[in-house]
């Protein structure tokens, strides 16, 4: 008995992956582990496909139950938030009616197995998205002791169903955007003075039916009108407007990409840096598109002004405006005393 729930409390090494074989390590907490599970199912029609799950243990058994539940977004960053009570009502998106997959799968040591499911949506199913999660939790056998295991992995599905769908986003800002390090959330800025503005953001809400995935582009142009920045991927990140949430996107001006080591591996990761932008006012020009297969494409334009005014610009123009006030000021004394002198001489002659 004991070695059988130290074998369930492996499952927290359990890899799970799509049908393409991309490994995903367990340990990834909530719902922020890849990859995302994406179909385009017409009504009538079912699309199979399989989960990948191994036990990277290569003594110990594992056991583990899928459980389908639906999620919402949390915050303005679009991050999924399950939903676990029991006697929550079924979301209107929910795929849990339309999926077919096993509860339960055994995985011997270092077992590695496809588990096939089935997306079956049934004729007349309206136009839209529907999404649930796959959520992968341990098996306990008869009488055991409970098992905490911290960050139980789970997989999302997305499915779209092509057709008239209610596709409706609303863009409620748009600018240059600050955002702390290592934070979620930050502010909308119109006056940089101490540095060069490194991202845009635009927020979205979503009132349609339909999770909508943004593209377009960003082009900054000076106080001339001469285009000086084009951002030509506006949503690099891929990321989602899901049904009846208001999300940020986020996009840098000026990308670069680093190798950071994390133990023995090595991987790439993007940040934002300064662009490079002369001291000045700039005005920035979005033109996004959203919209799915059977749908018209619909279209979000807008257009922010900002400012770049960097302390030692500031200094270098009040400097300026303080040596031109001077040169007037002893231009207009000299006039004085020129005009001045020519009275006097007049009134001698009287």
Not at 22 to 28: E, L, R
Not at 51 to 57: G, T, V
Not at 64 to 81: H, M, W, Y
Not at 89 to 106: C, R
Request: positive net charge; hydrophobic residues 40%; charged residues 20%.
């Amino acid at each position: 008995m004991k070695k059988y729930i130290r074998a369930i409390a492996v499952l927290a090494v359990v890899g799970i992956t799509a049908f393409a074989n991309i490994q995903v390590n367990a340990q990834s907490t909530g719902l922020a582990i890849n990859p995302r599970l994406d179909f385009s199912i017409r009504p009538g029609e079912s699309q199979s496909a399989s989960f990948y799950l191994s036990n990277l243990n290569k003594e110990l058994p594992a056991k583990v139950q899928l459980n389908v539940t639906d999620f919402k977004a949390s915050g303005e960053t679009g991050i999924p938030s399950l939903i676990t009570r029991e006697d929550a009502p079924q979301t209107p998106w929910s795929l849990k009616p339309f999926l077919d997959a096993p509860k339960i799968v055994e995985l011997e040591p270092g077992e590695s197995k496809y588990v096939p499911f089935t997306i079956k949506i049934p004729q007349g199913q309206g136009a839209g998205s529907y999404y649930s999660a796959v959520k992968y939790d341990p098996v306990l056998g008869d009488g055991s002791e409970a098992v905490v295991i911290s960050g139980a992995p789970t997989q999302l599905l997305f499915v779209t169903v092509p057709g008239k769908a209610t596709e409706l986003m609303n863009l409620e800002k748009f600018g240059t955007y600050e955002l702390p390090d290592k934070q979620q959330v930050g502010k909308y800025k119109s006056l940089f003075v101490s540095s060069q503005p490194q991202r845009f953001a635009y927020t979205l809400k979503n009132a349609g039916n339909v999770a909508e995935s943004p593209v377009g582009s960003i082009v900054i142009k000076n106080i001339f009108g001469k285009t000086v920045k084009t951002i030509e991927d506006a949503n690099p990140g891929k990321n989602l407007a899901l049904i009846d949430q208001t999300r940020r996107f986020d996009v840098c001006i000026t990308s670069e990409t680093k190798e950071v080591k994390d133990g023995e591996k090595k991987e790439k990761v993007t940040s934002c840096k300064a662009p490079g932008l002369f001291p000045g006012v700039y005005k920035a020009q979005l033109s996004i598109f959203y919209g799915i297969n059977g749908s018209s494409t619909q279209e979000i334009n807008a257009t922010s002004t900002f400012w770049y005014l960097p302390w030692w610009f500031i200094g270098v123009i009040v400097a300026v405006l303080a040596v031109l006030a001077f040169v007037i000021f002893k231009v207009r004394q000299n006039l004085i005393g020129v005009t001045s002198h020519r009275r006097d001489r007049k009134n001698k002659r009287k």
